[in-house]
């Protein structure tokens, strides 16, 4: 992926938090316009989480973007 579908979520108002799908098939979820940038040259990306953790992304392994609530997790019925 290019930077600029990066960007464009970012720059939505209202904002909308979505996830960065990996080719590897992980996630990052991005919960405010404030707490990710990609870089001037747009091959990285920061993105910031809650709890002060942060990932350094590689714009190009980036497959897709979700945009709106993470999916509910399915725990199994007792």
């Known amino acids: 992926m290019t930077a600029d ?3 464009a979520p ?3 108002r209202p904002f909308q938090p979505f996830t960065l799908r990996l080719v590897d098939g992980g996630g990052v979820r991005v919960e405010s316009s404030e707490w990710a940038i990609a870089s001037p040259t747009g091959h990285n990306m920061i993105v910031f989480q ?3 953790a942060f990932h350094i992304i590689d714009i190009m392994l980036i497959a897709d973007l979700e945009v709106g609530p993470p999916p509910a997790s399915t725990s199994p019925v007792p």
Do not use: E, F, G
């Open 5 to 7: 579908p990066v960007r």
């Open 10 to 12: 970012l720059k939505q």
């Open 50 to 52: 809650r709890d002060n």
